[in-house]
């Protein structure tokens, strides 16, 4: 059996595929669950294969099959990365689409006197422009260039997401003083008609 000490650049990717998985696969398995309370079951089919190469690589009787087992794995990390892109710029929309959703009466043009309302529109049309460009890349070119336009797409819908973030305290108390003028109107429109029935009732 090869040893990887004799292999140092082969023993270098081995640690680089390592720490993909902990730094960055991982991480993001984690906001995915957070946002959906579910783990993709295309996700997992990566990850089971990252480790069988890996263990298939340290097993190996020969330097070639060692590589091979080594790029395999390393192809699924880049799967692994792929779906985990995908699946939270789909993730991410519809966190701003609820968001949008909970505040569509609040009048959020008030947060940084329209400049809020202004950078999540067009951060979300940039981000949904990319998307767009990552799957009709995905249709057609190739792997490598989809991944790094998926990737660029799920991080212009993490900015959105991060605006969101920023100025959901904000929006929950326009929120709050939307809700009380609602009930002062209404109180006040009872009390203008309870007005008109009395004054009707007095005639009588």
Known sequence: MPSLKSNKALESRIKEIYRLYIETVCPLVVQLELYDGSFPVEILIEIRGILDHLAKSALSDSADEMERNVSKAESHVKMALLDCFKYLCVSLDDRYRQFEARYARAGLSAIEDGEFMRKVSEGRKDAAKKL????????????GEAYEKYEAAFH??????DLLEDASGKAEKIKKRS?????????????????VLVGVWGAF
């Open 179 to 195: 809700r009380f003028n609602d009930w002062l109107v209404w109180i006040s429109l009872g009390i203008g008609i309870a007005g």
């Open 132 to 143: 767009l460009d990552a799957r009709a890349t995905d249709l057609g070119i190739g792997r």
């Open 156 to 161: 212009a819908y993490s900015d959105v997401d």
